[in-house]
């Protein structure tokens, strides 16, 4: 057995493409399967022993929290892939595992300056500076059957039903069914936003007028500079870009 200490997501990629083992045991939070999702090199299946701060990926997929519980399953489970989101921008190409997120949320995201999503002082202060800055965005929908023009105050993206600090952005999101979930959300001023926030962190969400639902197997999300797209905690700028569901894309350790 090795055991390797990374501090950053270029020493993960260091021991990501030197280790020969087929299964990677990860003790970490939700940026460690980030990290690993996007790492260059050989596809390798994957457990999770969670330590993190909010731990959504393992709340979401039922990997226990208990380290002990964890460890068993890490060595001894099978493996159950998970989809992942394919996001392709000017930037490049990045694997999603939580959601896409656009309007309030991703301002706040792309002025968090703390040291993990835990820093609940650095998450306030990002969420006030985003409330001063905040306006609905136009958001033009265009399915099979029908088209609807919507003023939304956050868009997700959604794989997992659990996203940044814990919040219930999609309930009924499912990482094995091929497919994007979508929810759009309205609010119209500072104090409605704030009542969302609040509903996304009580779980309360779909109790709340002007939620939007659909389910797609792509999309082209283009913000036209009016906010942010971030990925999981990695912002893909404002501009064009495009996303689409990768089935049994992430080997992963956990119960089936």
């Avoid at 609040?198 to 999309?219: P, Y």
Wanted: hydrophobic share 45%.
């Amino acid at each position: 057995m090795e055991i390797a200490e990374t501090r950053d997501v270029a020493e993960f990629a260091h021991v990501w493409a030197s280790v020969g083992a087929d299964r990677l045991i990860l003790v970490g939070g939700d940026g460690s399967i980030h990290a690993a999702a996007n790492a260059p090199g050989p596809t390798r299946e994957l457990a999770l022993i969670p330590c993190g701060s909010a731990n959504n990926i393992a709340r979401s997929l039922g990997i226990p929290l208990d380290p002990l519980a964890a460890a068993e399953l890490a060595v001894c489970g099978r493996v159950h892939p998970v989809d992942l989101i394919e996001a392709r921008s000017a930037g490049g190409s990045y694997r999603v595992v939580e959601s896409v997120s656009v309007g309030f949320l991703a301002q706040a995201r792309t002025q968090f300056h703390g040291s993990n999503s835990g820093h609940l002082v650095a998450g306030a202060l990002a969420g006030i500076r985003a409330l001063r800055e905040f306006h609905p965005l136009a958001v033009h929908v265009r399915r099979f059957d029908a088209e609807e023009n919507l003023k939304l105050a956050q868009l997700f993206v959604a794989n997992l039903p659990l996203y940044e600090f814990g919040l219930h952005v999609a309930p009924h999101a499912d990482a094995t069914d091929g497919l994007l979930d979508f929810v759009g959300l309205e609010s119209d001023t500072q104090l409605d936003v704030l009542d969302l926030v609040r509903h996304l962190h009580s779980g309360e969400l779909f109790d709340r007028k002007g939620v939007h639902l659909w389910r797609a197997e792509a999309a082209h999300l283009r913000p036209h500079g009016s906010s942010p797209v971030v990925a999981d905690s990695t912002d893909l700028g404002s501009g064009p870009v495009e996303l689409r569901a990768v089935r049994a894309a992430l080997p992963l350790v956990r119960p089936g």
